[in-house]
């Protein structure tokens, strides 16, 4: 694979690492602005360490986020500052310049930013923002498609459409900043030809990077109580290993595989129970290709149009979130300085 860890290294000479920032941010199926609920597998404080701990200012979760890990490793060259939680481009654009802004600014080892958004909450000011940040500093977008298949994004709750992704990416591309794209494998009613569907859709639109991760349920979510009840079942660990490899042989040579699985702190997950074992889970996958005898990109197939070459269209922002971003006023929840 194109590991994240390998191509980070050859773009700054050392190892970089994420540090996980919460700036308060909510998303616009979770305020009324398309939906309400919120995705039905999501319980933010089992996808980022930020969540379970509330801390009051970007810049104190970035010092003791960049602390821990200098605790840990003995050479870190750099911080990427990781946007991770909820959507975190719903916001004003000049709010989202200053936080961005203050992530940046806090050291001279903070080397770029990592910022994780929905396909519909991207109007062009937001990639104009990108663009001007990027051209000081690495950025990385990153897009929850998470599946082609409209039928398995209303399942989720997501409340956009596979539309508004092939929007949001042709208007992001070539604009200075890594689009990352993050897709989910196991979705209920998903058969392995759907995931593959989803795997050529990915490679046709030309993403960057990708992040691979199963699907697992938490406590206190709606896929949780399904699972609990016995109505859901989550993605067998074999099964899982041979469509991670699958999939990467569509994807193209030069895509940086971020991430191959998801997990959950033990005290949130519900199941699989398997996705706490990582190491062993990217052996499993590593030893999979070379079983084959394959390897990232064996089964890709260029586009027959080029990704760059795809026209740039209008921006199919909704525009109630549109609203949310060009019009509204500071919003009070952000966690910036005092």
């Not at 909820?86 to 001279?108: I, K, M």
């Not at 027959?304 to 919003?331: E, F, H, W, Y």
Request: glycine share 8%; with cysteine; aromatic share 6%.
């Amino acid at each position: 694979m194109n590991s994240f860890g390998a191509s980070l290294r050859r773009r700054f000479g050392g190892r970089i690492q994420r540090v996980s920032i919460d700036a308060g941010f909510t998303c616009p199926n979770v305020d009324g602005a398309v939906a309400r609920g919120g995705c039905n597998f999501c319980d933010n404080r089992s996808f980022s360490p930020s969540r379970r701990v509330r801390l009051q200012q970007v810049s104190e979760q970035l010092d003791l986020g960049m602390q821990s890990v200098r605790r840990r490793y003995d050479r870190v060259a750099g911080f990427i500052a990781y946007f991770q939680p909820a959507t975190n481009t719903y916001a004003p654009v000049d709010q989202l310049r200053e936080v961005y802004q203050l992530a940046l600014g806090r050291s001279d080892d903070v080397v770029g930013l990592a910022i994780g958004t929905r396909p519909d909450c991207v109007p062009d000011s937001v990639l104009d923002l990108m663009s001007e940040l990027a051209l000081r500093h690495h950025v990385s977008l990153e897009f929850g498609m998470q599946t082609m298949h409209d039928a398995g994004l209303q399942w989720m709750n997501r409340a956009h459409s596979h539309e508004h992704m092939i929007n949001a990416i042709d208007r992001a591309r070539g604009r200075g900043f890594e689009c990352c794209v993050h897709i989910i494998l196991g979705i209920p009613g998903e058969s392995h030809e759907m995931m593959m569907q989803t795997a050529d859709e990915v490679a046709r639109l030309g993403f960057d990077a990708i992040k691979l991760h199963n699907l697992y349920s938490v406590k206190g979510t709606p896929l949780g109580e399904e699972v609990l009840a016995g109505t859901i079942q989550m993605m067998e660990r074999d099964a899982y290993v041979q469509t991670v490899v699958d999939f990467l042989e569509r994807m193209s040579p030069e895509t940086i595989v971020e991430r191959v699985s998801g997990d959950a702190p033990p005290n949130y997950l519900i199941e699989p129970k398997w996705c706490l074992e990582k190491s062993a889970l990217r052996l499993e996958i590593e030893q999979e290709f070379q079983r084959r005898g394959t390897r990232q990109g064996s089964r890709y197939r260029p586009p027959k149009v080029p990704p760059c070459m795809r026209p740039r269209p209008a921006d199919n922002t909704p525009q109630s979130i549109r609203d949310q971003i060009d019009t509204r006023g500071r919003l009070p929840v952000l966690k910036m300085e005092s």
